[in-house]
């Protein structure tokens, strides 16, 4: 039995983009299928319909290695490649969307303290985030700053060797749960995005509390909370990276973070194409199976190219950031833009394709749709994906 995905060659821990044996590269691959196979999927439909948070599923993920799959390898992670990351989101979404997705931000988190972290920090967090025995989030969203994320209001003001954090967090996935909540905040009231940092705080820290568990369309397996800070004391040590990068930090994060929705899209739609392929030689109408019909193949022809489509853009915009090529942002968006398009206008064809039985929970496939509805909308709309591109295209 595979227990971990870290490659056996590889064994340095600088934070080099490795190059993986196609057979290195397979075995990952066929270890996380696995996982997903017998770990998520057999689970899904029950952990979305009584919103259950797995949390022993999640630390296995950790064993195998998917708790830092581009985390430097001293502190646990897997030192893995983007474009790796993105292959194996795919497989774990085909599990289950909503924990792949959940497991996504939380390597956003990761990655976040082992790029801008000091050594005390990485070796503080990371070894539980890297196992999952911890979890981590990330607090952007405000209830009055959302896709205008510059907006944020949350103050951190310094009070001797300490800062204190007040604001409210809208919408922060894993809230209540996590470990660790990497919070940006204001600590420049005139200085725009600019004046925002981000911060390192324990979720046990006096004054961080949790608002009720939101009810949402789908992704119910991982919760989404508020989270409130009311004079939130922490250590000046707390602060990731420098004074003022905040902003910076967290649009650096979300880059990788929409390759990996994006590919979650993809594996939850394939899924459901998959579904469909098989469900249209054994339903029949008209005294023939649906895979009879013209209409049928060119609907599924049509759902097929665009996923492949999609997948190029994701494979495409995953190497440019392990290059970090200058327009890795601009591919980044396109990316997350076309695919979570494209994943949910597959998966609802699914589901229309299925007929009355797409509509059923038993099926999976109406899951699928209310799961994948929410990336055309997290880690930036996709109105603002159009917004970067267009600054890029334009040179704005
Ligand atoms: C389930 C879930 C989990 C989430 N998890 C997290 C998390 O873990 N951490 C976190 O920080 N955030 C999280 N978010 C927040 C998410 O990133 C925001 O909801 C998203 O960025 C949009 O912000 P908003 O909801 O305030 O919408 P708004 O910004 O109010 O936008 C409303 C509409 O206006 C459009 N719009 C806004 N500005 C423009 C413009 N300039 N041009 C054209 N159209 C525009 C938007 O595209 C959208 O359609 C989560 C959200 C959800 C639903």
């Known amino acids: 039995m595979v227990t971990t995905i870290a490659p056996a060659s ?12 196609e057979e290195e590269r397979a075995a990952i691959l066929d270890a996380v299928r696995d996982f997903a196979q017998h770990e998520l999927e057999p689970h899904a439909l029950e952990w979305d319909a009584t919103s259950y948070f797995p949390r022993e599923t999640l630390h296995r993920a950790g064993d195998l290695g998917l708790g830092g799959i581009y985390v430097r390898e001293d502190v646990g992670g897997t030192g893995l490649s983007r474009s ?13 969307p909503a924990i792949a997705a959940y497991i996504s931000i939380h390597n956003m988190v990761a990655w976040m303290i082992d790029t801008y972290g000091d050594e005390t920090q990485r ?6 985030l890297t196992a999952m025995t911890g979890f981590g989030s990330y607090c952007l969203t405000e209830p009055g700053a959302g896709s205008d994320a510059a907006a944020i209001a949350t103050s951190a003001i310094r009070s001797g060797d300490e800062y204190v954090l007040t604001g409210v967090k809208q919408f922060i996935s894993g809230g209540g749960e996590a470990a660790v909540y990497i919070v940006m905040a204001r600590t420049d009231a005139d200085a725009g995005a600019r004046g925002i940092t981000a911060f390192l705080v324990p979720a046990d820290t006096a004054g961080l ?35 003022g990068q905040g902003f910076k930090i967290a649009m650096s994060a979300l880059d990788g973070g929409r390759i990996n929705i994006a590919a979650c899209s993809l594996g939850g739609a394939q899924w459901a194409l998959d579904r469909t392929t098989a469900y249209v030689h054994e339903r029949f109408t008209f005294g023939e199976p649906l895979a009879e019909k013209q209409a049928v ?13 999609a997948r190029a853009l994701v494979r495409d915009a995953a190497g440019a950031l392990d ?36 509509y059923l929970h038993d099926y999976g496939i109406e899951k699928v749709v209310r799961d994948l509805r929410v990336h055309q909308i997290l880690e930036g709309t996709n109105e603002i994906m159009r917004v970067i591109i267009g600054r890029q295209l334009l040179g704005a």
């Open 297 to 309: 193949v060119f609907a599924l022809a049509d759902m097929a190219t665009e996923l492949r489509a």
């Open 209 to 243: 509390s949790f608002g009720a568990l939101e009810h949402k369309m789908g992704w119910n397996a991982q919760p989404t909370r508020q989270v409130i800070l009311d004079e939130v004391r922490v250590p000046a040590s707390s602060v990731l990276g420098e004074l």
């Open 84 to 96: 790796d990351a993105a292959a194996i989101f795919e497989e774990l979404a085909q599990g289950d």
């Open 323 to 358: 290059a970090k090529a200058p327009d890795a942002p601009m591919q980044c968006a396109m990316a997350k833009r076309f695919a979570t398009d494209a994943g949910f206008a597959v998966a609802n064809q699914a589901l229309q394709m299925h007929g009355g039985y797409g």
């Open 10 to 21: 590889h064994t340095t821990s600088a934070p080099a983009v490795p190059s993986l044996t």
């Open 123 to 128: 070796r503080t967090w990371l070894p539980a």
